[in-house]
């Protein structure tokens, strides 16, 4: 593991994405119809990413991202890097989307990314604009083949998801090549729908093969429009196989699961394990108080060792409003900070 030098006891981190600036929900249809040129385009995003960075800075938060502001919806947009998929018109195009809108891509071919998916020229243009630790979070090849049929190409999503590691392993590789000392892969909680968890372990580790830097795993229940994916969102099937994952940070969210299962890391992680603990409700609306934020910990500590304890929010920012994720970020960092100031 790398290990950040002077870091506070219960550092503060973001997941990745950061609140979408309304005026670049303008740019982005603006670029469907082809009114940007590519300087726009650049500046467009480069000025997102400028904000994003300096709000999460004014914050107060330890170790941030750059807002994955250069990303649509957090990973729809690496599929365009992909080759070897076709997309797929869902024959239902009204309503919310649901489970018969899963497939958004068809195998056509084996996959490959000859450009790589981009991470180290966003984290070239991130390290330029701040001298905070950075996290890169990437998803991770059952998240990317949740989304993809196999066409008569692969097999199974499991098959897909294993021809997807060593791309991953490659890109990260990149990344790290590109001054990365922190990597972050996400996850669905469904693991276990297509990739029984013993074949996950292997699959995960094959990802962060070779990486001489801090590896995280955030464990997702989906936050689509602000909704969870999953209807029965437990730990308990997973938490047993957090030992054999090559890991050093694994991200459990518990404010939107009103802090469930806040005592399970502390039964199976491996003591050189950390745990970064979702105490930020990011599919609420309301804006916790710093009181608030700083019971959730509390409730963590009663389990773990704070010397072992991250803070950070459920999941990401990309489906909250800008100044809802300012707002809770500020809330997130005071309350961690009445818990700093109570453990001395």
């Not at 243009?125 to 979070?137: H, N």
């Not at 490659?170 to 990365?180: D, I, P, S, T």
């Not at 409700?281 to 108080?289: C, F, G, Q, S, Y």
Request: charged share 25%; aromatic share 10%.
């Amino acid at each position: 593991m790398y290990l950040y030098q002077n870091m506070p006891l219960l550092p503060t981190q973001v997941i990745g994405s950061y609140g979408t600036p309304g005026w670049l929900f303008v740019v982005r249809e603006a670029m469907k119809r082809g009114e940007m040129g590519s300087v726009d385009i650049r500046e467009a995003f480069d000025d997102a990413t400028n904000l994003a960075i300096m709000e999460q800075e004014e914050a107060g938060v330890d170790v941030i991202s750059d807002g994955e502001m250069r990303r649509f919806n957090f990973l729809v947009g690496f599929y365009d890097s992909i080759k070897g998929l076709e997309k797929i018109p869902w024959d239902r195009q009204l309503g919310y989307p649901g489970p018969d809108m899963i497939d958004a891509f068809r195998a056509i071919g084996e996959l490959n990314t000859p450009d790589g998916l981009g991470l180290p020229e966003e984290l070239h243009y991130a390290r330029k604009r701040t001298s905070k630790p950075l996290v890169t979070p990437l998803g991770g090849p059952v998240t990317f083949a949740f989304r993809i049929n196999p066409g008569r190409v692969y097999g199974n999503k499991n098959e897909i998801a294993w021809a997807l590691a060593p791309i991953i392993n490659e890109e990260l590789k990149r990344a790290v090549e590109a001054g990365a000392t922190h990597i972050q892969l996400d996850e669905p909680s469904a693991i276990d729908d297509f990739v029984p968890l013993p074949d996950f372990v292997e699959l995960f580790n094959r990802c962060v093969e070779g990486l001489n830097v801090t590896i995280g795993l955030h464990i997702c229940f989906g936050n689509f429009m602000g909704r969870p994916a999953v209807a029965h969102r437990t730990y308990e099937h997973i938490a047993p196989i957090f030992p054999d994952l090559n890991v050093d940070i694994v991200h459990l969210e518990f404010a939107n699961r009103g802090m469930w299962q806040t005592d399970l890391f502390s039964k199976y992680a491996r003591p050189d394990q950390y745990l970064a603990a979702g105490v930020i409700d990011v599919k609420a609306r309301a804006i916790e108080t710093p009181a608030v934020v700083a019971e959730r910990i509390r409730d963590v500590l009663k389990y773990t060792d704070p010397k072992r304890v991250w803070v950070s929010s459920d999941c990401g920012f990309s489906m909250t409003a800008r100044w809802v994720a300012r707002e809770k970020l500020k809330a997130m960092v005071a309350g961690t900070n009445l818990v700093r100031a109570e453990l001395g």
